[in-house]
């Protein structure tokens, strides 16, 4: 089954009505539960949250949201937040590019983990591929300076593709040999035989 393009703006106004609806439905969930001022951890494509959970339970200090387009990943994510009973963790449904739209004027970025995104192998698929430099753009507009971007994928070519962006940014720079900062293992790490890191920075 072939999926309708995820990047192309739809001219169907029924469908840019509901669009807009979500977004400020976002828009006000959001307002509820980022307070004026934060500075958030995100990690976008959460998936049933491992990570942020334990990064956040690391990190008592640092505020975190993890994002995903799926609402049951988000539902058992949240269900592990409440049993580790963690103030410093939301999990929102979300997809990435609204979700950087609709965050309050007030909040920024303090640091983006993206692990393991759908990969989109085939050519006539890239275009579904979140990471692109649009992406990159609309990432640093709500992102401070020297804000980090942690990448990590099993898939060389999407890395490449990532990296290769990244390397003539105008707003990010490539920050080689800088070591991750937090270990555990996602889902889908675990189910790869290798994977690749980068770490770039806002200028
Ligand atoms: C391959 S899974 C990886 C999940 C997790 N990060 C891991 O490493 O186990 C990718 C996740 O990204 C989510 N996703 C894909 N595109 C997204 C988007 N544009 N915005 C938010 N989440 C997205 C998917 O629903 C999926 O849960």
Redesign the pocket.
């Known amino acids: 089954m072939e999926l309708p393009p ?1 990047t192309i703006p739809s001219t169907d106004p029924v469908h840019v009505a509901r669009m807009a609806e979500r977004r400020a439905e976002l828009a006000a969930a959001l307002a509820a539960v980022v307070p004026a001022g934060v500075r958030l951890v995100l ?6 949250g ?2 942020l959970t334990a990064y956040a339970k690391a990190h008592p200090a640092e505020n975190c949201v993890g ?4 609402r049951e ?1 988000i539902e058992r994510a949240e269900r592990k937040r409440e049993r580790a009973g963690l103030a410093n963790l939301r999990f929102v449904r ?6 950087l739209d609709a965050l309050p004027p007030g909040a920024a970025l303090a640091a983006v ?7 989109w192998p085939k050519r006539r698929h890239h275009k ?1 591929r ?1 990471l692109d430099e649009e992406f990159f753009h609309a990432l640093a507009a709500r992102a401070g300076e020297g804000t980090p971007f942690f990448f ?1 994928t099993d898939h060389g070519p999407y890395f490449q593709a990532a990296e290769a962006v990244l390397r003539v940014s105008a707003d990010w720079r490539l920050v080689p040999g800088e070591p991750w900062p937090f270990e555990h293992t ?6 790869a035989s290798r994977h690749f890191s980068l770490v770039a920075r806002r200028h």
Not at 67 to 70: K, P
């Open positions: 995820a990690e976008i494509g959460c998936g049933h491992h990570f994002i995903d387009l799926i990943r979300a997809e990435a590019r609204m979700f983990f993206v692990l393991f995104p759908d990969p579904h979140l990590r996602t889902v889908f790490q675990q189910r």
